[in-house]
C-alpha cells in the first residue's frame, strides 16, 4: 500500500451488539463521564444527562468513544468517527445476524483488510 495511488485514509467498519445486564450501571457511568467533562457547556451537559438517563442506548454511545479505541495504535491517527447505538430485537440463532454476511459485498481482501475507493 505504498504506491501514490493508494489511499492513505482506511475506513474501519465495527458493528457491536452488547447485551446490558445492569442499565444502573450503564447510566451511572455515563453520568459520571459527563460529569468529568470540563470542556462540556452547561446547556449541552443537561442535554447530555438528560438523554442518558432517559435512553440505555444514548448512555452507552456517551461511553464508547472511537478515540480510545485507536489512540495508542502506532503510526495512526483518527481523521473522523461517527458512531450511533439503538435498542435492537436480537437473536443469536438469526440468519439475519451472520458476522460474515458483509464480506460478500466485496469492500474487503481476502485478508481482511479494507479496500478504500
Request: charged share 35%; aromatic share 6%; no cysteine.
Amino acid at each position: 500500500m505504498s504506491t501514490p495511488e493508494t489511499s492513505r485514509f482506511v475506513r474501519l467498519r465495527v458493528e457491536l451488539v452488547l447485551e446490558v445486564e445492569n442499565e444502573d450501571a450503564v447510566t451511572k457511568a455515563a453520568l459520571a463521564k459527563i460529569a468529568e467533562d470540563p470542556e462540556l457547556p452547561g446547556d449541552e451537559r443537561g442535554h447530555a444527562e438528560t438523554a442518558v438517563t432517559e435512553d440505555t442506548a444514548e448512555a452507552l454511545a456517551y461511553l464508547v468513544d472511537p478515540f480510545d479505541l485507536v489512540s495508542e495504535m502506532p503510526g495512526v491517527e483518527l481523521a473522523q468517527a461517527s458512531w450511533s447505538s439503538e435498542e435492537i430485537d436480537y437473536d443469536p440463532d438469526s440468519p439475519d445476524w451472520d458476522i460474515d454476511e458483509d464480506d460478500v459485498d466485496g469492500d474487503e481482501e481476502s485478508d481482511g483488510t479494507a479496500v478504500v475507493g
